[in-house]
C-alpha cells in the first residue's frame, strides 16, 4: 500500500528488516504469513512470538487425528502441518496444511455429534405406536397430493417414534415445501395416541400462521387444539384468558398447543408490568415438541420446552 502524503504519492520509509543469514528466516526472504492485525500487534510481531513457539512444541504436539486416517488421506502429520500453515516451504505445502485442519474440524465436529447420538440412544423415550389407518386417512383428507420427500420425512419420524428411545431430527426445506403438513401428520399420530403435543415458532405472525394451517387440515380429527402468545390465547378458535387455556392444559384437555416463547419465559417476566403472578405453562402428556426456525431459539430455551418428557423420565 503507498500512502498519500501532502496530496501526492509516497513509499515513505521502508522498514528496515535485519536477517541473520545463517538462521532461516522468518520475515522475509520467504513466503510468510500475514494475520489479522490491530494497533499494537502486527504480523511481524506475531511471527517473532509464534515461531519459537513452534519450535519449543514440536515434539510435544498430539494428533488427534489416528494414523489411519492420515494415510488413507495422505494428510501431513500435526507437527508439519502445523509449522506449514504458519511457515510454509512453498503454496502446494500451505495448501496440504489447511486441506488437513479443515478435514480435522469436520472429523472432531463430526465425532462430537455421534458421542451425543449414542448420548440419546441410551435414555428412553414413549414408544408411539404408528397408527396406519389414522395415517392413510389424514393424507386422503389433504386437498394435495404428497411429495415423495413429504412421504419419506413422515415415514421416518413416525418410525423414530414408535422406538423407546428419543428422537431428535431437523427437518429441512424451502419455504412452502410442505414442512408443516409432515409436523401435522407426527402430530396427529401422538394426540390420538392419548398424548400432547407444542409447536413453538419465533414470533406470533408465524405461530398465528401454524394455529390456523393446524386447525384446517386437522379440522376433521376432533383434536383440541390452543394457541398461546404474549398477547392473546385461543382454544378451539375462541379467545379465552391465559389462565383458562392453561388450566385446560393441565387437565389434559388440549391435545396440540401452538406457541411462541410465552410457552417457556417464567411467570415473572411474563406478569411484572401486572404486579401479579402468572400461571406457568405445565403439560399433563407431553410427548412431541416441534420447533419451528429452532436456530432462532437457543439450546436452554429448546431443552426447557422438552423438560415436561424428561421430568416423567423420558427424554425430549
Not at 486416517?69 to 502446494?92: C, G, M, T, Y
Request: charged share 30%; aromatic share 8%.
Amino acid at each position: 500500500k503507498i500512502p498519500a502524503f501532502a496530496f501526492r504519492a509516497s513509499t515513505g520509509k521502508p522498514p528496515q528488516i535485519s536477517e541473520n543469514l545463517n538462521f532461516d528466516p522468518t520475515h522475509t526472504g520467504r513466503l510468510i504469513p500475514v494475520y489479522p492485525e490491530t494497533e499494537g500487534l502486527s504480523s511481524r510481531w506475531l511471527r517473532f512470538i509464534i515461531k519459537p513457539v513452534l519450535q519449543k512444541l514440536k515434539n510435544q504436539m498430539l494428533d488427534p487425528l489416528p494414523e489411519t486416517v492420515r494415510k488413507e488421506n495422505n494428510f501431513l502429520p500435526l507437527q508439519k502441518a502445523i509449522w506449514q500453515i504458519h511457515f510454509p516451504d512453498s503454496l502446494e505445502e500451505a495448501k496440504e496444511a489447511k486441506k488437513r485442519f479443515a478435514f480435522e474440524e469436520l472429523f472432531i465436529l463430526s465425532l462430537f455429534v455421534l458421542k451425543e447420538r449414542l448420548k440419546l440412544a441410551r435414555k428412553k423415550a414413549i414408544a408411539i405406536s404408528i397408527n396406519l389407518d389414522l395415517i392413510k386417512e389424514f393424507v386422503k383428507s389433504l386437498p394435495f397430493k404428497l411429495t415423495d420427500a413429504q412421504r419419506k420425512s413422515a415415514w421416518q419420524i413416525l418410525k423414530d417414534l414408535s422406538r423407546p428411545r428419543p428422537m431428535n431430527r431437523l427437518l429441512e426445506g424451502d419455504v412452502g415445501s410442505g414442512k408443516t403438513v409432515v409436523a401435522a401428520m407426527a402430530a396427529l399420530n401422538v394426540a390420538k395416541a392419548g398424548y400432547q403435543v407444542v409447536f413453538m415458532a419465533p414470533t406470533e405472525i408465524l405461530t398465528k400462521q401454524h394455529y390456523k394451517t393446524i386447525n384446517d387440515i386437522l379440522k376433521k380429527f376432533n383434536l383440541n387444539i390452543g394457541l398461546i402468545t404474549g398477547k392473546e390465547n385461543y382454544y378451539k378458535n375462541k379467545k379465552i384468558s391465559r389462565r383458562e387455556l392453561l388450566e385446560k392444559l393441565k387437565k389434559d384437555e388440549i391435545d396440540i398447543l401452538i406457541g411462541t416463547h410465552a410457552l417457556i419465559q417464567n411467570s415473572d417476566s411474563l406478569s411484572s408490568f401486572k404486579k401479579k403472578k402468572a400461571p406457568k405453562v405445565k403439560f399433563n402428556n407431553l410427548a412431541l415438541v416441534v420447533i419451528d426456525e429452532q436456530h432462532r431459539f437457543g439450546v436452554e430455551q429448546r431443552a426447557r420446552l422438552c423438560q415436561p418428557i424428561r421430568d416423567r423420565g423420558g427424554t425430549g
